[in-house]
Nanobody
Framework: QVQLVESGGGLVQAGGSLRLSCAAS????????TGWFRQAPGTERELVAQ???????AYADSVKGRFTISRDNAKNTVYLEMNNLKPEDTAVYYC??????????WGQGTQVTVSS
């Protein structure tokens, strides 16, 4: 089992920055992919960024050049650095981990609100 806890959300003005954190615990050595998703009211959950154990990363076109996913292996934490935030980035952001098996784990989500 893997447990994920997100933090770092909040209210920010357009053009501002936030850094989200996703702390993992449990069988973290089985994780080979970690991603950030977001879901705005009335929309489907969408992939924002993901990182593989190989350090390869991928981003949604809407956030390329503004968001950066990274991790600190010593802390079992994955980050999402979000710069130049836009009102359309407003959503609940979720962390997802995929472990060998495969097994998929989700965090509880953290709200990001960008005011214009």
């Amino acid at each position: 089992q893997v447990q994920l806890v997100e933090s770092g959300g909040g209210l920010v003005q357009a053009g501002g920055s936030l850094r989200l954190s996703c702390a993992a615990s449990g069988r973290t050595f089985d994780i080979y992919n970690t991603g950030w998703f977001r879901q705005a009211p009335g929309t489907e959950r969408e992939l924002v960024a993901q990182m593989w154990s190989s350090d390869n990363t991928a981003y949604a076109d809407s956030v390329k050049g503004r968001f950066t996913i990274s991790r600190d292996n010593a802390k079992n934490t994955v980050y999402l650095e979000m710069n130049n935030l836009k009102p359309e980035d407003t959503a609940v952001y979720y962390c997802r981990a995929v472990a060998y098996g495969p097994s998929v784990y989700w965090g509880q989500g953290t709200q990001v609100t960008v005011s214009s």
